[in-house]
């Protein structure tokens, strides 16, 4: 079964595809703020070099709103045009380590945080003001975050989630529904 992967809720996203639980392909592209165009060119890349996918999975967030949004599109079109099977993961579940914790800015003076283990959450992301930060960490447990460095913790791990950890958690989940944890900020126009 071919499986593609994409992963596009932080600033850097990425696209993979396996064949079974065999990376095939992968590719890595910039996304500030979802506004990156690169999505759409590492989906050419990978439509070029492996074809359609049996299977496509992509990252739920929690994220950016833009990129978000526009690898959930891409990924209902690319299962639709090729009947493919439709799955969303996480984002948070896209990192390689036995257990951890992710955090990331939430905007508006709060952060998210997560607690992993075996590629299920101990903790599903909640929103915290940034010091209650250290009373949730365990030592000995490595952080990862998926944006910027966040102040309160300097030993977390700049990275974002990968595609293709994503592709090899799909059993226990299902639609691509998109995980926010606070209403969209929208500025109303004035009068």
Known sequence: MKILAIESSGPEGSVAVLEDTSLI??????????????????LESAFTKCGPPDTV??????????????????????????????????????????????????????WFLAHVA???????????????AEEMLAPGIPVFTPGEQLAGIPEAICVPPQARLLALRTSDFGNPLPIYLKPPHITRPSS
């Open 57 to 110: 999975v992509v990252g739920t967030g929690p994220g950016g709103y833009n990129g978000l949004r526009a690898s959930a599109a891409a990924a209902w079109g690319i299962s639709k045009v090729h009947g493919s099977q439709l799955v969303g993961v996480p984002s948070l579940l896209g990192y390689e380590a036995a257990e951890y914790f992710v955090a990331g800015d939430a905007r508006g003076g709060q």
């Open 118 to 132: 075996k590629g299920r959450f101990l903790l599903e992301p909640v929103l915290i003001f940034p010091d209650q």
């Open 25 to 42: 392909g992968s590719w890595r592209f910039s996304s500030p703020r979802g506004r990156g165009g690169g999505l759409f060119p590492a």
